[in-house]
C-alpha cells in the first residue's frame, strides 16, 4: 500500500523549511568542509573530507526525496465536514481499556510524530478513527495485542493544553 499523498498546510511548511535549510545552510557550509580539506592534500586518509563527501551525499539524498516528495502532496486545511465526526487532520481524545487517555491528531504520513501526538491516517489507530464519530469504539490490532478504544472527543484546530 502506498502513502497517501495528504498533508497538513504546517506539515508542508516544516518540509518546505527542512529543504530550505538543507539547499541555502546545510549544503553550502558542508561543500566548503570539504573544498577546505581537500586543500590539505591527500584524501585518501583525510577523514574530514571522506565524512564530508559522505554527509553532501546525505544532504543531496534529502533535497532530491523533499523535493519529489512536495511536487506529489495534496495539502488538506484540516476541517470538520461535520461536528464530532474525524476526519483528516482531527484532533481526537481516546480511552483505552484501562481508562487510559491519549489524544492524536490525524495526519498525513510525512508528518507523523507519535510523541508530539500526530498519528499517520495510513496508521492502523489512524486508519480506524477516519470517519468515526465521539462516542464511538474502535478496536484496533496492534504489535502488542488487539486494544478497544471509545473516541471521547473529536476537533479542529490547536491542540487543546
Not at 563527501?53 to 519529489?68: A, C, G, P, W
Amino acid at each position: 500500500m502506498r502513502p497517501s499523498n495528504y498533508i497538513t498546510p504546517e506539515g508542508e511548511r516544516r518540509l518546505r523549511d527542512e529543504l530550505d535549510h538543507l539547499w541555502r545552510v546545510e549544503r553550502p557550509r558542508v561543500t566548503q568542509e570539504v573544498s577546505d580539506a581537500a586543500a590539505q592534500g591527500d584524501r585518501s586518509e583525510n577523514a574530514e573530507y571522506i565524512y564530508g563527501k559522505k554527509r553532501l551525499r546525505e544532504i543531496d539524498r534529502r533535497v532530491r526525496f523533499l523535493s519529489k516528495r512536495l511536487d506529489e502532496l495534496i495539502v488538506v486545511e484540516p476541517k470538520p465536514v461535520e461536528a464530532g465526526r474525524i476526519y483528516f487532520g482531527a484532533w481526537v481524545r481516546l480511552e483505552d481499556e484501562d481508562g487510559e487517555t491519549v489524544e492524536y491528531q490525524v495526519v498525513g504520513p510525512d508528518e507523523f510524530d507519535v510523541k508530539r501526538g500526530r498519528i499517520s491516517v495510513d496508521s492502523p489507530v489512524g486508519a480506524a478513527l477516519v470517519g468515526k464519530r465521539e462516542g464511538d469504539e474502535i478496536e484496533v490490532q496492534r504489535p502488542r495485542g488487539d486494544t478497544l478504544f471509545t473516541i471521547l472527543k473529536v476537533w479542529y484546530g490547536e491542540r487543546e493544553r
